[in-house]
C-alpha cells in the first residue's frame, strides 16, 4: 500500500488528487494537505472583481467531496520538509493545523510519493505599501481580494457620477519581478467596459504599468502570432486593442512603493516617477514560501529541496540569455535528490525567465518572472500523477510522462468585458510556450499554425463555457477527466 500526499489544492493540486484517486485502487492512500477548505476556479476571479460574479459561483468545499470520493484531507499548512525522516519515522512533512479543534497543533504526515502543490506566495510584501484593500489599492488574486476590489469599483463609479474633474484608474503590475501579466490584462479591459456599461467611461482616465520591455510581452517574450490570415506581433495586438479602449500605458515599470493614491516606480533607464491614481489593481510578485528541509540527523538541507521555489529536474546552471535553451526546462517535475518528490505548477523553481533579462543602471532588474498558471499547472499535474501511478501498479520507478513547458502548447481566453451579448474576449493559443528559437527560427520561436488569436464576442462565451465545465470538472462531476486540461 502506497501514500500519496498532496501539498495545496489549487489547479496543480486538486487535478493530481483527482487523478490519483480516479486511477489508483483503494488500497492505496491520496491525502491533501492544504490550508484552504475551499477551491477556487482563479480565473473568474476577474468576474468576481468586477460584480459580475458572486465567490460562492467560483468556489466550492472540498471536505464533501474529498470524504465521497475517499480522499483524505487535512486543513493545515507546511511547517517543514524532512525527506529521509528522522530516527523514529519515514520521510515526512511537518504541518500545522489553522482550522478547527486542533488548530495551532502540528503533525509529521509521512508519505511515499509527496507532490508539492502549494503554488506561490503572494509576496505583496515585496513591494512597500501593497496591502489588497488599503490605499486605494486592490487585488483580484483571491476571490475575498475581488471582492474588496468589487466594492472599490463602485465606489469609483458613484465618485465618478458627481467628479467635476476626471478620475484616474491604475491598473497592472505591482513589482519590478511580477508575473500574471495577463490577470491584469483581462482586469483592466473588463474594468474599462464595465465603466462603459454605467455610462461614467467619459469621466475616468485608465492606465496599464507593467514591468514588460513591451506590449503584449506577458513574460513569455510575446510571440509572433496568426490574426485575420496574417502574421501579427502580440505587442501590436495589445496595442491595437489598447488604443480601441482609450487605455493609455506604462512599460519597463518596477513599482517600489504605494501610497495612498500615488504609486512610485523606477523606469529601466534608471529614473525614478510618480503616478497617481484614485483607484488601482496590481499584481504582486510571486515567491517560494521560504519552506525549510531538513535531514534524517535533523541538518538543514534546504538548498537540495528549494530555489526559492522547489527544485526540479531542470538546468540551473547560469548562462548568458543567449545560451538557454528549451531543454533547460524540467519534463518530470521530480526533484534530482529525493525522486518520490515532485512539483508541479508555480510550485516548481523555472531555471531562467523566458522574457529577455534587463537591469536599470541602478542594478534594479526589471522584467517579468515566467508565467505557469492555468493551463501548464493542469497538464504538470497530470503527468506526475500518472508517472506515480505507473510506478506503483509496475513495482518500479517510471517516468514514461513528460511535458516540458518547451513542447507544450497553451490556449488563454482573456476575457474583455463580461455579457452575453455585449462581452469580448482575447482568445489566443501559443506553441511552445517557452519559445524555441532554434526549431522555429524565422517565426519567433513559435509553430505559427499553432498560435494564433482572435478577438470577439466568441471568446467570451468560450471563456463563460470554461468556467462551467472546469467547475465540473473540478467537482468530479460523471466523466469529468474526459475534460482536458
Request: charged share 20%.
Amino acid at each position: 500500500m502506497s501514500k500519496i500526499v498532496i501539498l495545496g489544492a489549487g489547479i496543480a493540486g486538486h487535478t493530481a488528487a483527482s487523478h490519483l484517486r480516479r486511477k489508483l485502487s483503494k488500497e492505496h492512500e491520496v491525502l491533501v494537505v492544504s490550508p484552504n477548505h475551499n477551491y477556487q476556479w482563479i480565473p473568474s476571479n476577474i468576474w468576481v472583481g468586477i460584480g459580475r460574479m458572486k465567490p460562492e459561483q467560483i468556489i466550492f468545499p472540498l471536505p464533501p467531496l474529498y470524504k465521497k470520493k475517499g480522499i483524505g484531507f487535512k486543513q493545515a499548512k507546511v511547517v517543514s520538509f524532512h525527506p529521509e525522516g528522522d530516527a523514529l519515522n519515514p520521510p515526512f512533512v511537518k504541518v500545522e493545523y489553522v482550522y478547527g479543534e486542533q488548530k495551532g497543533q502540528t503533525e509529521n504526515v509521512s508519505y511515499d510519493y509527496l507532490i508539492n502543490a502549494t503554488g506561490p506566495k503572494l509576496a505583496f510584501d515585496m513591494t512597500d505599501g501593497l496591502v489588497p484593500g488599503t490605499n486605494d489599492v486592490y487585488s483580484v488574486c483571491t476571490y475575498n481580494h475581488a471582492q474588496h476590489a468589487t466594492a472599490g469599483l463602485n465606489e469609483l463609479v458613484e465618485k465618478a457620477k458627481y467628479s467635476a474633474t476626471k478620475l484616474k484608474v491604475l491598473i497592472g503590475t505591482g513589482h519590478a519581478k511580477a508575473t500574471c501579466q495577463g490577470a491584469a490584462f483581462e482586469y483592466i479591459l473588463n474594468v474599462e467596459h464595465e465603466l462603459r456599461k454605467r455610462k461614467v467611461r467619459d469621466k475616468v482616465d485608465i492606465k496599464w504599468i507593467s514591468n514588460e520591455p513591451y506590449l503584449g510581452d506577458f513574460g513569455m517574450d510575446g510571440m509572433l502570432l496568426s490574426y485575420g490570415g496574417k502574421s501579427m506581433k502580440s505587442s501590436d495586438m495589445v496595442e491595437m486593442v489598447f488604443k480601441d479602449r482609450g487605455i493609455e500605458w506604462i512599460l519597463q515599470a518596477g513599482v517600489n512603493k504605494v501610497e495612498k493614491g500615488m504609486v512610485h516606480y523606477e523606469t529601466l533607464d534608471g529614473e525614478q516617477h510618480q503616478e497617481t491614481f484614485d483607484f488601482a489593481m496590481l499584481i504582486p510578485a510571486f515567491s517560494g514560501h521560504g519552506f525549510k528541509a531538513f535531514d534524517k540527523e535533523g541538518v538543514d538541507i534546504t538548498d537540495k529541496l528549494f530555489k526559492g521555489f522547489m527544485i526540479v529536474d531542470a538546468d540551473y546552471s547560469a548562462k548568458p540569455y543567449e545560451e538557454r535553451t528549451v531543454q533547460d526546462w524540467p519534463e518530470t517535475y521530480q526533484n534530482p535528490t529525493y525522486s518520490n518528490i515532485f512539483a508541479p505548477g508555480i510550485a516548481f523553481a523555472p531555471p531562467h525567465s523566458i522574457s529577455k533579462p534587463r537591469k536599470s543602471p541602478n542594478g534594479t532588474e526589471i522584467f517579468p518572472a515566467p508565467p505557469r498558471t492555468g493551463m501548464p499547472s493542469g497538464i504538470t499535474a497530470k503527468l506526475v500523477a500518472d508517472n506515480i501511478i505507473d510506478s506503483i501498479n509496475s513495482g518500479k520507478e517510471t517516468r514514461e510522462h513528460k511535458g516540458s513547458m518547451g513542447n507544450m502548447g497553451a490556449a488563454c481566453i482573456a476575457s474583455a468585458g463580461y455579457g452575453l451579448t455585449s462581452g469580448s474576449g482575447v482568445s489566443i493559443t501559443t506553441f511552445p510556450i517557452v519559445p524555441d528559437y532554434k526549431k522555429y527560427k524565422t517565426s519567433g520561436g513559435r509553430d505559427l499554425n499553432k498560435t494564433f488569436g482572435e478577438i470577439g464576442l466568441a471568446g467570451h462565451w468560450v471563456k463563460l463555457a470554461l468556467h462551467y465545465g472546469f467547475i465540473y470538472k473540478a467537482k468530479m462531476r460523471p466523466f469529468w477527466w474526459l475534460i482536458p486540461e
